[in-house]
Protein backbone atom coordinates (compact mmCIF):
# COMPACT_ATOMS: atom_id res chain seq x y z
CA UNK A 1 0.00 0.00 0.00
CA UNK A 2 1.48 3.63 -0.95
CA UNK A 3 1.94 5.91 2.09
CA UNK A 4 -0.49 8.57 1.41
CA UNK A 5 2.10 10.97 3.38
CA UNK A 6 0.88 13.92 6.46
CA UNK A 7 -2.21 15.24 5.83
CA UNK A 8 -2.54 18.16 4.11
CA UNK A 9 -4.41 21.30 5.18
CA UNK A 10 -5.43 24.76 3.40
CA UNK A 11 -4.39 27.42 5.72
CA UNK A 12 -6.24 31.36 5.94
CA UNK A 13 -5.36 34.38 7.30
CA UNK A 14 -7.65 35.90 10.02
CA UNK A 15 -10.41 37.02 7.62
CA UNK A 16 -10.62 33.49 5.40
CA UNK A 17 -8.06 34.41 2.66
CA UNK A 18 -6.50 31.06 1.14
CA UNK A 19 -2.76 31.27 1.97
CA UNK A 20 -1.61 28.12 0.97
CA UNK A 21 -1.09 24.16 2.02
CA UNK A 22 0.91 22.91 5.05
CA UNK A 23 1.30 19.62 6.68
CA UNK A 24 -1.27 19.19 9.62
CA UNK A 25 1.15 18.75 12.18
CA UNK A 26 3.42 22.22 11.08
CA UNK A 27 -0.22 24.09 11.25
CA UNK A 28 -1.04 23.46 14.36
CA UNK A 29 2.58 24.22 15.90
CA UNK A 30 2.29 27.38 13.91
CA UNK A 31 -0.67 28.36 14.88
CA UNK A 32 -2.45 28.68 11.67
CA UNK A 33 -6.24 29.48 10.40
CA UNK A 34 -7.65 26.07 8.73
CA UNK A 35 -11.01 24.83 8.23
CA UNK A 36 -12.71 22.17 10.04
CA UNK A 37 -16.39 20.72 9.73
CA UNK A 38 -18.86 20.82 12.85
CA UNK A 39 -22.16 18.80 12.36
CA UNK A 40 -25.06 18.53 14.95
CA UNK A 41 -27.32 15.85 14.41
CA UNK A 42 -31.28 16.44 15.16
CA UNK A 43 -33.75 13.77 16.30
CA UNK A 44 -37.08 13.29 17.82
CA UNK A 45 -37.83 10.06 19.63
CA UNK A 46 -41.20 8.50 19.93
CA UNK A 47 -42.58 7.54 23.40
CA UNK A 48 -43.46 3.93 24.40
CA UNK A 49 -46.63 4.72 22.38
CA UNK A 50 -45.35 5.28 19.40
CA UNK A 51 -45.96 9.08 19.37
CA UNK A 52 -43.43 11.77 19.03
CA UNK A 53 -43.32 12.21 23.17
CA UNK A 54 -40.18 14.11 24.03
CA UNK A 55 -38.97 17.71 22.42
CA UNK A 56 -35.63 17.26 19.97
CA UNK A 57 -32.78 16.02 20.74
CA UNK A 58 -29.03 16.84 19.84
CA UNK A 59 -27.10 13.64 19.13
CA UNK A 60 -23.71 13.62 21.01
CA UNK A 61 -20.87 11.89 20.54
CA UNK A 62 -18.36 10.88 23.95
CA UNK A 63 -15.06 11.22 22.25
CA UNK A 64 -12.61 8.30 23.19
CA UNK A 65 -10.81 8.75 26.49
CA UNK A 66 -7.52 7.89 24.09
CA UNK A 67 -8.32 10.88 22.56
CA UNK A 68 -5.15 13.78 22.56
CA UNK A 69 -7.51 16.66 22.90
CA UNK A 70 -10.60 16.64 25.31
CA UNK A 71 -10.45 12.96 25.85
CA UNK A 72 -13.59 11.53 27.36
CA UNK A 73 -15.34 14.66 26.77
CA UNK A 74 -19.01 15.02 24.52
CA UNK A 75 -18.83 16.80 21.62
CA UNK A 76 -20.94 17.53 18.64
CA UNK A 77 -21.97 14.61 16.60
CA UNK A 78 -19.39 14.78 14.13
CA UNK A 79 -16.36 17.07 13.81
CA UNK A 80 -13.33 16.81 11.76
CA UNK A 81 -10.19 18.77 9.91
CA UNK A 82 -10.89 19.81 6.14
CA UNK A 83 -8.22 18.28 3.61
CA UNK A 84 -6.77 20.86 1.41
CA UNK A 85 -8.94 20.93 -1.86
CA UNK A 86 -12.19 19.92 0.64
CA UNK A 87 -15.51 22.07 0.40
CA UNK A 88 -17.04 22.43 4.00
CA UNK A 89 -19.90 20.15 2.48
CA UNK A 90 -17.45 17.38 1.77
CA UNK A 91 -17.35 16.94 5.64
CA UNK A 92 -19.82 14.66 5.55
CA UNK A 93 -17.56 11.96 5.37
CA UNK A 94 -16.86 12.37 9.20
CA UNK A 95 -20.67 11.10 9.70
CA UNK A 96 -19.66 8.32 8.23
CA UNK A 97 -16.35 7.80 9.28
CA UNK A 98 -17.18 8.94 13.14
CA UNK A 99 -20.44 7.61 13.33
CA UNK A 100 -21.06 4.91 10.87
CA UNK A 101 -23.88 6.81 9.17
CA UNK A 102 -24.37 8.18 5.68
CA UNK A 103 -25.87 11.74 4.92
CA UNK A 104 -25.43 13.10 1.99
CA UNK A 105 -24.32 16.96 0.88
CA UNK A 106 -27.74 18.22 0.33
CA UNK A 107 -29.17 17.04 3.72
CA UNK A 108 -26.64 19.63 5.53
CA UNK A 109 -28.19 23.02 7.18
CA UNK A 110 -25.55 25.55 6.91
CA UNK A 111 -25.82 27.64 10.07
CA UNK A 112 -22.78 30.09 9.48
CA UNK A 113 -18.91 30.22 10.09
CA UNK A 114 -17.63 30.30 13.65
CA UNK A 115 -13.44 31.30 14.68
CA UNK A 116 -12.59 28.91 17.42
CA UNK A 117 -9.58 29.59 19.45
CA UNK A 118 -8.09 26.89 21.99
CA UNK A 119 -4.65 25.22 23.31
CA UNK A 120 -6.43 22.23 24.42
CA UNK A 121 -5.65 20.11 20.99
CA UNK A 122 -2.95 19.56 19.01
CA UNK A 123 0.31 21.91 19.21
CA UNK A 124 0.01 25.35 20.99
CA UNK A 125 -2.14 27.24 19.30
CA UNK A 126 -5.25 25.52 17.35
CA UNK A 127 -7.10 28.35 15.09
CA UNK A 128 -9.55 27.39 13.07
CA UNK A 129 -12.69 28.68 11.09
CA UNK A 130 -15.65 26.05 11.94
CA UNK A 131 -17.94 25.96 9.11
CA UNK A 132 -21.52 24.42 11.12
CA UNK A 133 -24.04 22.47 10.03
CA UNK A 134 -27.40 20.70 11.39
CA UNK A 135 -28.49 17.56 9.71
CA UNK A 136 -32.22 16.00 10.78
CA UNK A 137 -31.85 12.19 11.22
CA UNK A 138 -34.22 10.22 13.34
CA UNK A 139 -32.36 6.73 13.37
CA UNK A 140 -32.46 5.14 16.73
CA UNK A 141 -28.64 5.64 18.17
CA UNK A 142 -28.45 1.66 18.46
CA UNK A 143 -28.27 2.11 14.21
CA UNK A 144 -25.59 3.95 14.67
CA UNK A 145 -21.96 2.38 14.08
CA UNK A 146 -19.55 4.71 16.38
CA UNK A 147 -15.48 4.50 15.28
CA UNK A 148 -13.79 2.24 18.25
CA UNK A 149 -11.17 4.06 19.54
CA UNK A 150 -12.04 7.30 18.06
CA UNK A 151 -16.02 7.63 19.55
CA UNK A 152 -16.84 5.52 22.75
CA UNK A 153 -20.81 6.29 22.84
CA UNK A 154 -23.31 8.71 20.86
CA UNK A 155 -26.14 10.31 23.59
CA UNK A 156 -30.05 12.06 22.70
CA UNK A 157 -29.44 15.58 24.89
CA UNK A 158 -32.52 17.09 24.58
CA UNK A 159 -32.39 20.79 23.24
CA UNK A 160 -34.22 22.02 26.20
CA UNK A 161 -31.76 20.74 28.50
CA UNK A 162 -29.25 21.29 26.58
CA UNK A 163 -29.88 24.43 27.20
CA UNK A 164 -31.00 24.10 30.81
CA UNK A 165 -27.43 22.86 31.47
CA UNK A 166 -25.64 26.46 30.56
CA UNK A 167 -28.20 28.49 32.38
CA UNK A 168 -28.11 26.31 35.86
CA UNK A 169 -24.89 24.95 36.73
CA UNK A 170 -25.88 22.67 38.89
CA UNK A 171 -28.19 20.95 36.67
CA UNK A 172 -27.93 17.64 35.89
CA UNK A 173 -30.08 16.00 32.50
CA UNK A 174 -30.47 12.23 32.31
CA UNK A 175 -30.09 11.14 28.78
CA UNK A 176 -30.16 8.11 26.94
CA UNK A 177 -27.42 6.82 25.15
CA UNK A 178 -25.87 3.71 23.61
CA UNK A 179 -22.04 2.97 24.30
CA UNK A 180 -19.48 0.26 23.85
CA UNK A 181 -19.68 -2.90 25.55
CA UNK A 182 -17.89 -6.27 24.62
CA UNK A 183 -17.46 -5.28 21.17
CA UNK A 184 -21.36 -4.26 20.77
CA UNK A 185 -22.91 -1.59 21.63
CA UNK A 186 -25.81 -1.30 24.53
CA UNK A 187 -28.56 1.10 25.17
CA UNK A 188 -27.84 2.80 28.82
CA UNK A 189 -28.66 5.85 30.64
CA UNK A 190 -26.57 8.53 32.14
CA UNK A 191 -26.41 11.86 34.18
CA UNK A 192 -24.98 14.69 32.76
CA UNK A 193 -23.67 18.22 33.78
CA UNK A 194 -22.09 21.10 32.02
CA UNK A 195 -18.64 19.68 32.83
CA UNK A 196 -18.68 16.65 30.64
CA UNK A 197 -19.26 18.63 27.38
CA UNK A 198 -16.11 19.81 25.52
CA UNK A 199 -15.58 23.65 26.75
CA UNK A 200 -17.20 26.41 24.59
CA UNK A 201 -20.31 27.22 26.73
CA UNK A 202 -21.48 30.16 24.58
CA UNK A 203 -20.76 28.09 21.17
CA UNK A 204 -23.07 25.35 22.87
CA UNK A 205 -25.87 27.85 23.71
CA UNK A 206 -25.92 29.35 19.83
CA UNK A 207 -25.89 25.70 18.54
CA UNK A 208 -29.04 24.79 20.79
CA UNK A 209 -30.63 28.06 19.84
CA UNK A 210 -30.21 27.35 16.25
CA UNK A 211 -30.88 23.85 16.03
CA UNK A 212 -34.42 25.22 17.98
CA UNK A 213 -35.33 27.38 15.56
CA UNK A 214 -34.31 25.28 12.51
CA UNK A 215 -36.70 23.16 13.62
CA UNK A 216 -39.64 25.54 13.95
CA UNK A 217 -39.02 26.49 10.52
CA UNK A 218 -37.46 29.73 11.56
CA UNK A 219 -34.83 32.15 9.75
CA UNK A 220 -32.38 33.35 9.57
CA UNK A 221 -29.51 30.79 11.54
CA UNK A 222 -26.50 31.99 12.54
CA UNK A 223 -23.39 31.38 14.80
Not at 13 to 21: E, K, N, T
Not at 70 to 82: C, E, I, N, R, V
Not at 183 to 202: E, F, K, N, W
Given at each position: ????????????????????????????R????????????L???????????????????????????????L?????????????????????????????????????????????????????????????????????????????????????????????????????????????????????????????????????F???????????????
Amino acid sequence: MTDPGPERLDVYDSIGRHLGVKDRRAVHRDGDWHRVFHCLVLARRPDRTGNRGQGPVAVLQRRSATKQSFPGKLDLSATGHLAAGEQPTDGTRELAEELGITVTPDRLVPVGVRRLVDDGGEGNLNRELAHVFLVTDDRPLVDYAPEPGEVDGVYDLPLAEGLRLFADPDHQATVAGAEWDGGHLSAVQRTLTRSDLVPGDDYWVVLFVMAERHLAGLRPLGI
